[in-house]
């Protein structure tokens, strides 16, 4: 056996990036720092431990979808997915598990699998040579942040991340917002009405404000504590408490707009910024925020134009090291200035447990393949897999790259003759996942 595989992290990703490898005939060397060294949330010494909540979100395959990843993470032998299952507690339509179960489950699979070798070591460098997987994590172990960070040559890998909501383009009210970049000038898509624009009178403006300053916020985690904010990336509501006017001179400021629905400029402007190459997800530009997730529902609800906004993702504030791959990762997860290293999990710019454990077995597929010398295409965009993917490897804006989930506004639309809308269409796309992804694997067992 000369193929050997070493992935660092024995987390959700790494822990499904190596039983992938390892059942595709290769031979894994598992680097995992716990219990020798901790993280600054992890608790045990299992591989694939839960952090936080013990939810998977949502397992319906058809409507939501996280539940199809679900689906397809099963349909692609994924451990993650079959330790789930068989250590799973009633919670209505979500998947949530026992978490000791669930994580010891896992643990005992890669132990007991012939061609898994678990180190309890911490790798406090990016290694030079080999076939290397990196799935360390939102807190990968600082030596190794430092190392990515010269690999990448990225010098804030770890930090306070400070992150904004995403709105489905679809639930955006365009009886009132319009498109226009700031005095029409050239804007980053390099056109001249890149934005889309959310008015405010000065009644509406001062409630926003004072709705901010009551907002319920989420307290900070002690460890969380002594990392501080970045001036340039301020939450809303901390610039809002500077004074009642603040946010008008900042992320709110009207001037070079337009609305052409009174043919002047509004007292106050949100401006939403293209987050895909799709189209379809639109990031509230400087909104960055720690309200908790309900009350940012309520509160954005009430600026014009979003009172019936769908939210791909709510904003957030914490320690999280991830790289930025649009940039800088190919279509099979490996870092273009050095193809031998991969990425997977979390530190690729996804979100959640699911997402980390899916990429990871897209990323032991990979390079598995490419060590047995058969080539894996990538899976479809139109798959659940293949949308993540094409998200964090080029779909996104390499410049404001922030940590995603998994939603529909990562798919491709429908063909427009189609005609299909709301639930219709969250199942007419899952159908096509489906569809899509066992002609993948279906083209993966002919490859091998
Ligand atoms: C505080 C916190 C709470 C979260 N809560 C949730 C939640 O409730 N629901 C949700 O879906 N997602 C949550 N996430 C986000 C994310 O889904 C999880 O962090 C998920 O565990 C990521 O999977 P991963 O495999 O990428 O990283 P991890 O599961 O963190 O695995 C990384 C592994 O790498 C190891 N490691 C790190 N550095 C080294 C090194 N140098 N050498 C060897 N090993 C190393 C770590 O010990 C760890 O075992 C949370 C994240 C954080 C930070």
């Given at each position: 056996?000369?193929?050997?595989?070493?992935?660092?992290?024995?987390?959700?990703?790494?822990?499904?990036?190596?039983?992938?490898?390892?059942?595709?005939?290769?031979?894994?060397?598992?680097?995992?720092?716990?219990?020798?060294?901790?993280?600054?949330?992890?608790?045990?010494?299992?591989?694939?431990?839960?952090?936080?909540?013990?939810?998977?979100?949502?397992?319906?395959?058809?409507?939501?979808?996280?539940?199809?990843?679900?689906e397809e993470m099963r349909r692609s032998?994924?451990?993650?997915?079959?330790?789930?299952?068989?250590?799973?507690?009633?919670?209505?339509?979500?998947?949530?598990?026992?978490?000791?179960?669930?994580?010891?489950?896992?643990?005992?699979?890669?132990?007991?699998?012939?061609?898994?070798?678990?180190?309890?070591?911490?790798?406090?460098?990016?290694?030079?040579?080999?076939?290397?997987?990196?799935?360390?994590?939102?807190?990968?172990?600082?030596?190794?942040?430092?190392?990515?960070?010269?690999?990448?040559?990225?010098?804030?890998?770890?930090?306070?991340?400070?992150?904004?909501?995403?709105?489905?383009?679809?639930?955006?009210?365009?009886?009132?917002?319009?498109?226009?970049?700031?005095?029409?000038?050239?804007?980053?898509?390099?056109?001249?009405?890149?934005?889309?624009?959310?008015?405010?009178?000065?009644?509406?403006?001062?409630?926003?404000?004072?709705?901010?300053?009551?907002?319920?916020?989420?307290?900070?985690?002690?460890?969380?504590?002594?990392?501080?904010?970045?001036?340039?990336?301020?939450?809303?509501?901390?610039?809002?408490?500077?004074?009642?006017?603040?946010?008008?001179?900042?992320?709110?400021?009207?001037?070079?707009?337009?609305?052409?629905?009174?043919?002047?400029?509004?007292?106050?402007?949100?401006?939403?910024?293209?987050?895909?190459?799709?189209?379809?997800?639109?990031?509230?530009?400087?909104?960055?925020?720690?309200?908790?997730?309900?009350?940012?529902?309520?509160?954005?609800?009430?600026?014009?134009?979003?009172?019936?906004?769908?939210?791909?993702?709510?904003?957030?504030?914490?320690?999280?090291?991830?790289?930025?791959?649009?940039?800088?990762?190919?279509?099979?997860?490996?870092?273009?200035?050095?193809?031998?290293?991969?990425?997977?999990?979390?530190?690729?710019?996804?979100?959640?447990?699911?997402?980390?454990?899916?990429?990871?077995?897209?990323?032991?597929?990979?390079?598995?393949?490419?060590?047995?010398?058969?080539?894996?295409?990538?899976?479809?965009?139109?798959?659940?897999?293949?949308?993540?993917?094409?998200?964090?490897?080029?779909?996104?804006?390499?410049?404001?790259?922030?940590?995603?989930?998994?939603?529909?506004?990562?798919?491709?639309?429908?063909?427009?003759?189609?005609?299909?809308?709301?639930?219709?269409?969250?199942?007419?796309?899952?159908?096509?996942?489906l569809?899509?992804l066992g002609?993948?694997l279906?083209?993966?067992?002919?490859?091998?």
């Amino acid at each position: 056996m000369t193929a050997r595989l070493h992935i660092i992290g024995g987390g959700l990703a790494g822990s499904e990036a190596a039983w992938q490898a390892a059942e595709s005939g290769v031979a894994v060397i598992l680097h995992e720092m716990r219990p020798g060294r901790g993280t600054e949330a992890h608790q045990t010494e299992f591989l694939a431990e839960l952090v936080c909540s013990n939810s998977f979100r949502s397992d319906d395959a058809m409507n939501n979808a996280v539940g199809l990843l679900h689906e397809e993470m099963r349909r692609s032998g994924s451990l993650v997915m079959r330790s789930a299952d068989a250590h799973k507690l009633p919670a209505g339509g979500a998947l949530a598990v026992d978490r000791h179960g669930f994580s010891a489950a896992i643990t005992a699979a890669l132990e007991n699998h012939p061609l898994v070798t678990i180190l309890r070591e911490e790798v406090t460098a990016l290694p030079a040579g080999g076939s290397v997987i990196v799935a360390t994590g939102p807190l990968t172990s600082p030596h190794l942040g430092a190392s990515i960070g010269t690999a990448t040559g990225q010098d804030q890998l770890a930090f306070f991340d400070a992150i904004a909501p995403i709105v489905h383009r679809e639930s955006i009210d365009f009886d009132i917002a319009w498109f226009q970049s700031r005095y029409d000038k050239e804007g980053p898509g390099g056109g001249v009405a890149d934005y889309i624009n959310l008015p405010l009178d000065e009644g509406q403006y001062k409630n926003f404000v004072a709705a901010l300053l009551a907002g319920e916020k989420t307290d900070f985690k002690e460890w969380e504590k002594s990392t501080p904010y970045f001036e340039a990336c301020l939450p809303i509501e901390v610039m809002a408490a500077r004074g009642e006017q603040t946010l008008c001179f900042g992320p709110m400021k009207p001037v070079g707009l337009m609305d052409p629905r009174i043919g002047q400029r509004p007292h106050a402007v949100v401006q939403l910024r293209q987050d895909n190459a799709l189209g379809s997800l639109w990031n509230m530009v400087g909104f960055q925020t720690k309200l908790k997730h309900a009350e940012q529902v309520r509160i954005f609800r009430t600026i014009p134009g979003l009172q019936n906004a769908q939210f791909a993702r709510l904003g957030g504030l914490h320690r999280n090291t991830f790289i930025n791959s649009p940039g800088l990762l190919d279509g099979q997860l490996r870092l273009k200035s050095r193809p031998h290293l991969r990425f997977a999990g979390q530190v690729t710019g996804v979100e959640g447990y699911v997402e980390s454990a899916a990429i990871g077995l897209l990323a032991g597929r990979f390079a598995a393949a490419a060590l047995l010398g058969t080539a894996v295409a990538a899976p479809p965009p139109t798959t659940a897999f293949g949308a993540l993917l094409s998200h964090i490897t080029g779909g996104a804006d390499a410049r404001t790259f922030q940590p995603m989930n998994v939603n529909f506004g990562l798919f491709p639309e429908l063909p427009k003759s189609a005609k299909i809308r709301g639930k219709d269409r969250k199942q007419a796309m899952s159908a096509r996942a489906l569809l899509d992804l066992g002609a993948w694997l279906g083209e993966k067992a002919a490859a091998e």
